[in-house]
């Protein structure tokens, strides 16, 4: 038995079906092949790219077989979740600077599309997604970032608060919570800093590796998108960065954890 890692799809749907299929875990139905392997999808289906609505049903659906074959099919809760929710929920609340909810989302990377396709059935997926997960000794996070030490300090406690905000009408908090996720490369931008970040997290949270998506390799590497085909390890190799940057042009890729 086997645990795999895809991360940020943004909407890319095809790739997605590519990569399932190339690692035997779809067939060409679309129809669960992994047996009783593990999948994690690392967050942020939604934006930038066309088909979010189609990666999140596909992975709806690739959950339910997977149970029934002793497999299992899991997704963390990203930002572009959390924004997509916030501007269903709340369409036509005014911010601060004046705009509205559904004009910030847009400016986000919103597509119209998935906004208008999207349903109770999608609210309450990611209304239940988990913020963070340990599997094995692999502590998994959607983001390079420390938002989740202001959401509590064991993975119960984050997740809960998580829950509880996603079932919060107070917009601000909405805000808030979105504005600490536009932090990138917490645990790489600063070598020292970074490693303290990184030993932080795994002390609180547990394990031995730090598994995020969030900041594309190419834009945390300063590399071509294309030649990105693997997970990047840091930091010591206490953190491992597996969004390859989909919608910027990488191929993506599955990563199989330890």
Known sequence: MSTYVIGDLHGYVDQYIHLLRTYSLCDEELNWTGGTNTLWLIGDFFDRGASGIDCLDLTIKLQHQAQDSGGNVSA?????????LCAYRFPDAVTDTGSSITDLWERWGGIEADLQRFTEHHAEFIQNLPAMALQGENLL??????VYVNHGISITAVNESFHRLMLSS?????????EAFAEHMAFSSLALTGGQRVEQLLKLYGGKLLVHGHTP???ARGVD???????????DGRCLNVDG???MGSPGFVHQLD
């Open 76 to 84: 963390l809760l990203g930002n572009h979740e959390l924004m997509i």
């Open 141 to 146: 996070i959607h983001a390079d970032a420390m």
């Open 170 to 178: 107070e917009v601000d908090q909405w805000l808030r919570t979105l």
């Open 217 to 219: 390799i190419p834009i």
């Open 225 to 235: 998108p294309v030649s990105v085909t693997g997970a990047w390890e840091y930091s």
């Open 245 to 247: 940057g989909i919608y």
